[in-house]
């Protein structure tokens, strides 16, 4: 079964400062990845997805981008955070039985 | 309308006791339906997984579907306080990446 790695697992950056989160997953090959958002009292939002590398689909237009330069590695960016980008973040990663799992998260707070 | 609607609870259940959560969705082409489990500060754990009408039981899980009804449910037997936690159901439409819609949560607890 497939690791996915996420870090960090907490973060504090203040507002207009740049973003970089990394997820690389372990244990299969061409997986299709994810990033979702999770703010505090509210549902997951589907940010992106991609499924291989440099295939990218934007679920929300918002202040991020992704990047998935290796097969198993995917990264959410920004250059310049805002209050609003406050949020548990998680990638996941789903296998040939499409079933979804998720890595341990960041908490993100932008201040 | 939201696309996959829960009550957010709290649903408090005495230790032993049967949970049930429940779950409606919007989206009639829907085909895959999941239940996450998502203590406070970590992320969703997946438990239960269901792709056609009826019930299908994992051990102290059960969940059903009713496509007809666009409604599906878990229900958590003997329930223990470490079933304590929010309760996701995910949708899933037909496609090549599993692109999730995910219910806001239903909060149990369960009290000694």
């Known amino acids: 079964s497939q690791t996915i790695h996420q870090w960090p697992a907490t973060l504090v950056q203040p507002v207009g400062s740049p973003l970089s989160l990394e997820c690389t997953v372990e244990?299969?090959?061409?997986?299709?990845l994810y990033w979702y958002r999770q703010a505090a009292g509210r549902g997951l939002q589907l940010l992106f997805y991609s499924i291989g590398i440099d295939q990218i689909s934007s679920e929300v237009p918002q202040n991020l981008s992704a990047s998935r330069p290796q097969d198993r590695q995917f990264i959410l960016s920004s250059k310049k955070l805002l209050l609003s980008d406050s949020g548990f973040y998680l990638c996941?990663?789903?296998?040939?039985?499409?079933?979804?799992?998720f890595g341990s998260g960041t908490q993100l707070s932008v201040l | 309308q939201k696309e996959v609607e829960q009550n957010s609870g709290p649903l408090s259940v005495p230790e032993g006791a049967i949970a049930s959560l429940n779950c409606t969705y919007s989206d009639r082409v829907s085909q895959s339906f999941f239940w996450y489990r998502q203590y406070s500060g970590k992320s969703p754990e997946l438990i239960m997984s269901?792709?056609?009408?009826g019930d299908k039981e994992d051990g102290r899980f059960t969940a059903q579907l009713n496509k007809a009804s666009q409604y599906v449910s878990l229900l958590i037997r003997d329930s223990q306080p470490s079933d304590s936690a929010t309760y996701l159901c995910a949708v899933k439409l037909g496609g090549t990446a599993s692109k999730l819609t995910f219910g806001t949560g239903t909060r149990l607890q369960v009290t000694l």
């Open positions: 244990g299969t090959s061409n997986p299709n």
């Open positions: 269901i792709y056609s009408n």
């Open positions: 996941a990663c789903d296998s040939f039985n499409e079933k979804l799992f």
